[in-house]
């Protein structure tokens, strides 16, 4: 005689020469013969000893059992207790009904879109993880969506989530944020074939994605390419000195060209200006030169203009004290009298006429 016991939480399988027989609920049993018991934790999954159909035939057995068939193309998540506890793959499971709370949440991942209501909390899991592929696209950011190289649809700022399989995805974004675009170092022949360099640059802002990524390919190049044919044109068609002359024209005449033909790019150019305009060395020598050489003329000019002024002042001062005798012996103590200035102390000695010698010198005769 055998004896078996099945606690609580417990179940038990019995088999006689292999062959089962029965489930055996919480409780003792005795058994005569070849009869063998096993017991399986009611709050774990089952795993059959034999062909799960052949024990599913027990209606007392099939009650007891939750059976989650997961087919080739699908996955099911799995909960206990509300948690996320496993994924499964494609095969059979049985779990047992108790006190444990089981939900399963199936989707078909050959497809890609997400059908099912899945929290993205459990889509970032590390069990469910390798199954997804995601995207984020950022508050100023736009994208375009391919699937197999076909165009799907624009995507707006957010989080994306599809089932990871053999379906090609393609993400295209673009900032659609104020960007600046550098136009340095153009060399650039201008009509009389002097030489410049030109470093300018560019604000643009991305207004249309599908024109920008669909319709066109490196719009970023291609207006940078419209902004350097613009300027080479513009500065080609002047010569050296009256390309400085006009150099204040040079950047709304650009922005302007550039505008009418980059609507089609789906950018808006905002800005545009000239940073610097550097000479060849022999020519900003020479401009030097002429630089310097213009100064000094305007300083000779000056000064001859001071002079004249001076001179004219001195004619006119003379020709008053001709007329006026009085107003030449005044002019006559001034100079006496800066002369005095000049002078710290004075010792006389002579005789008795040195009054009148000081006057012979003083007073006119």
């Known amino acids: 005689m055998k004896h078996a016991k099945v606690n609580a939480y417990q179940v038990g399988l019995a088999f006689k020469d292999g062959v089962f027989k029965k489930m055996l609920p919480e409780g003792s049993y005795w058994f005569w013969g070849k009869e063998e018991v096993q017991i399986y934790d009611i709050t774990k999954a089952f795993n059959a000893p034999i062909e799960l159909n ?16 997961v087919k080739d193309n699908e996955i099911a998540l799995q909960y206990k207790n509300g948690l996320l506890a496993e994924v499964l793959t494609p095969g059979r499971y049985a779990y047992w009904k108790g006190p444990v709370r089981y939900e ?45 190289g076909k165009y799907i649809q624009v995507l707006e700022s957010g989080v994306y989530s599809w089932w990871k399989n053999s379906v ?79 150099k204040e024209t040079i950047a ?22 000239i940073r610097d305009i550097i000479l060849p060395g022999d020519v900003k020598e020479i401009m030097n ?16 203009r001071e002079e004249t002024a001076s001179a004219r002042s001195l004619l006119n001062t003379a020709r008053l004290m001709e007329e006026n005798a009085m107003l030449w012996k005044l002019k006559e103590m001034e100079y006496v009298e800066k002369i005095a200035d000049k002078i710290s102390g004075i010792s006389v000695s002579g005789n008795g006429k040195l009054i009148e010698q000081l006057k012979d010198i003083f007073a006119p005769k």
Do not use: C, H
């Open 168 to 246: 090609s995805i393609y993400i295209g974004k673009a900032d659609m944020r104020q960007q600046q675009l550098e136009i340095n170092g153009q060399e650039i022949l201008t009509k009389d074939k002097a030489a410049l360099r030109i470093n300018a640059w560019a604000q643009y802002r991305v207004t249309d994605i599908e024109k920008a990524l669909l319709q066109n390919k490196e719009y970023e190049r291609q207006l940078y390419i419209s902004f350097q044919l613009a300027l080479r044109e513009y500065v080609a068609g002047f010569g050296f000195d009256e390309l400085l002359d006009k």
């Open 54 to 69: 052949i024990l599913l035939q027990d209606p007392l057995l099939a009650s007891a059992l939750e059976v989650v068939e």
């Open 289 to 304: 030169q002429v630089l310097v050489a213009e100064k000094k003329a305007q300083a000779n000019a000056i000064m001859r």
């Open 104 to 148: 399963f949440i199936k989707d078909e991942i050959s497809k890609v879109e997400i059908t099912e209501a899945i929290d993205r909390s459990a889509l970032s899991n590390k069990l469910v993880a390798p199954y997804v592929r995601t995207v984020s696209v950022e508050s100023y950011e736009r994208a375009v969506l391919f699937m197999d």
């Open 252 to 273: 709304p005449y650009i922005l302007q060209y550039v505008q009418q033909n980059t609507a089609a790019l789906g950018v808006q150019v905002q800005g545009f200006g």
